[in-house]
């Protein structure tokens, strides 16, 4: 079992609302960890992945030394969390790929290309000529073109106006060169396949 959870599929649970209605808070689900054997992750994929300290993942340190060896014998068993950040987005823009929102319509754009988006729940305020990407203040939608590094992926929750995500820090006409978070490639911890729980939602 424990080499299964280790390097084939593993359960996790949906920590936050950000992928919402695609998944909801406490879901269950399984991530294919071979997903990406042979091949990189592509845009609309949704991945778990560790995050790196960009993404403010500064977990409290446990001084309870029975706790600190538990968590140790689970992420070296494959029994308990891969990092001490983990988080599931969906893929937007791979390596190379320039992203942009928004379009006239409020569409999230990829190399010029409107992206067809129909999971997207509850985005934020959008009307072209009175809250868009020109207006003042323009619309939290808006986030300027960035050109993806190499080893890196641009994701996004679903729900978008609750995601902490690739641009959180980056919707404002000010924003800071550096406000990108990623998800590297090899933070990827596989390539959510089923949903485990609950049953009702299979």
Known sequence: AALLLNFVAKP???????????????????VDRLAYLGRPPAAGDVV????????????AVDTNPVKVVLR?????SGFGPS????LVKRVIATPGQTVECCDADGAVTVDG???????IFDDFPFEPGVLDCA?????QRCFDAVTVPPGSYFVLGDHRSRS????????????????????????????????????GRW
Not at 72 to 76: A, T
Not at 135 to 139: A, D, E, L, M, N
Not at 164 to 193: F, H, L, T
């Open 164 to 199: 902490a995500d690739s641009a959180v820090n980056c919707r404002s006409a000010n924003a800071a060169p550096g406000c990108w978070r990623w998800a590297r490639r090899d933070g990827i911890v596989g390539k959510v396949e089923v949903l485990l729980w609950p049953p």
């Open 12 to 30: 996790y649970a949906v920590p936050s609302e950000s992928m919402q209605h695609s998944l909801e808070v406490g879901d269950r689900v399984l």
């Open 113 to 119: 290309s409107a992206r067809s988006e129909p999971y």
């Open 135 to 139: 207006t003042t203040p323009r619309s």
């Open 72 to 76: 140790w014998v689970g992420e070296v």
């Open 48 to 59: 778990v992945f560790n995050a790196d300290s960009a993404w403010d993942a500064t977990p």
């Open 83 to 86: 990092g001490t950040h983990t």
